[in-house]
């Protein structure tokens, strides 16, 4: 009878001699991944938000403020998540993320009260928007190297285009035939029937764990060479691995850490709220939902071009470009009275988006290298998301208070504008003084 070890190695040599190099597989994988994500992200879950507010008899800043628990509650989960990425490897933990994220899917559709939805929006945001997508950067980038940027393009723009454009179109029209409860039973199941499965066959831990090398190819000569001189490269293939521990005591992760904070925290709070921005300002609900094609279209076109950047120019000049636009979206998003305007925010933030995802799904690698990746991704994921739910929050409790939100929004844009000169002059990736960088293996 075959053995577990005959089964691994007969998938092995079925990886290694594929006619392609299987990272091209894990690209989809890891694209997937991420339009799975999308019951957990604030775009699809901003559709539900009304919903909530009247089936449930609750005010728009509690809703804001259960998000807002839900969502730093989920954050402190993610160091756990990405150790045991870095212990037990990408395919077996998106098989587990996986199912408890279509469970928790099915439990939205429970919800009757202010306790259950607060229990789901931690369950929606550790599983989805933290765990799931953790899993599938990680093994993007596990997998690629040389030409990541490229490839993060390339999964950018699919997500944007299937996850970002589709999914709140798709849930706009779910809900009138379902319901919102219903709606989220179906997103349940979609995941179990559709990712588990497909997660378990595309996902696969490492390239090195079946002979072969990132991006298909070993270095060349040259680059070996590169690799053994004692000057530091400065091509972002060569990589120098740091530990978390390290990290942690570097200024320049904890800058880059508040530059994709504060975008976290503002975009979410802008995308949670968009509906009611949109409706104070005049417009429609079915405009507030479209407004998501022209963000998804813009920054998948965005995703693609700068992911070919990544591989030529500093990642921080491209991430205070991002920062840079969210200034300008938050001061023209109290301005927004007519069809054009939305339309010119929606490619604003599409831009501005698509240029955070680019270089958030990859920066943390090129800095810091692929060994301890889970861990450290984990870390700034933590960051991330417990910034995420600053913003819903402060915009609603304004919107509650001052009966707008324009005095929130045009403060709220000195934030980005600052942090982008800070990381520009500063964000520069570390370099160590007497070890040898040298290509993961």
């Not at 190297?145 to 970002?164: D, E, K, P, T, W």
């Not at 040259?222 to 978390?244: C, I, Y």
Request: proline share 5%.
């Amino acid at each position: 009878m075959p053995t577990a070890d005959h089964h691994a190695a007969r998938r092995s040599r079925i990886i290694r001699h594929m006619p392609f190099f299987y990272g091209w597989v894990i690209l989809i994988a890891g694209t997937l991944g991420l339009v799975m994500t999308s019951p957990g992200q604030t775009y699809s879950i901003s559709i539900f938000i009304e919903h909530f507010i009247d089936d449930l008899g609750l005010s728009r800043s509690y809703v804001s403020t259960l998000y807002m628990i839900g969502t730093v509650s989920a954050s402190f989960a993610m160091p756990v998540v990405g150790r045991q990425i870095d212990r037990h490897g990408s395919r077996a933990m998106i098989v587990l993320i996986t199912v408890l994220f279509g469970l928790a899917c099915l439990f939205m559709g429970l919800v009757q009260n202010a306790f259950m939805l607060c229990l789901g929006f931690f369950a929606l945001r550790a599983l989805g928007q933290g765990s799931l997508s953790l899993i599938s950067r990680i093994v993007v980038n596990q997998w690629w190297v040389r030409r990541r940027g490229f490839a993060i393009g390339i999964v950018g723009m699919s997500y944007a285009l299937i996850g970002r454009a589709g999914f709140p179109v798709l849930i706009n029209a779910l809900i009138p035939l379902y319901g919102w409860r219903g709606t989220y039973s179906l997103l349940g199941l979609l995941l179990l029937l559709v990712m588990l499965p497909l997660g378990w066959l595309l996902v696969r831990n490492r390239p090195e764990d079946y002979g072969l090398w990132p991006d298909g190819q070993p270095p060349t000569a040259s680059q070996q060479d590169e690799m053994r001189s004692p000057v530091r490269a400065k091509e972002p293939w060569v990589e120098e691995n740091w530990t978390l521990a390290e990290v942690l005591r570097l200024p320049v992760f904890w800058l880059l850490s508040a530059g994709f904070s504060s975008i976290s925290a503002l975009n979410t709070g802008l995308t949670f709220h968009i509906v009611s921005i949109y409706v104070d300002n005049g417009l429609t609900p079915t405009i507030a939902a479209s407004a998501f094609v022209p963000i998804a279209i813009t920054s998948a076109i965005v995703q693609l071009g700068s992911g070919m950047l990544v591989d030529r120019f500093p990642s921080r000049v491209l991430l205070a470009m991002s920062l840079f636009l969210h200034a300008l979206l938050l001061a023209i998003a109290p301005y927004l009275r007519s069809i054009e305007m939305a339309l010119a925010f929606g490619v604003i933030m599409g831009a501005a988006s698509g240029l955070q995802q680019t270089i958030g799904n990859s920066i943390w690698a090129m800095y810091f290298g692929r060994q301890h990746l889970g861990s450290i991704t984990g870390a700034t994921t933590t960051i991330s998301v417990a910034s995420s739910a600053v913003g819903p929050m402060l915009f609603g409790i304004a919107r509650d208070v001052w009966g707008s939100y324009t005095f929130v929004l045009l403060t709220s844009a000195t934030l980005p504008l600052a942090l982008g000169i800070a990381i520009l002059c500063l964000g520069q990736r570390p370099r160590r003084s007497r070890q040898t960088a040298t290509l993961a293996n």
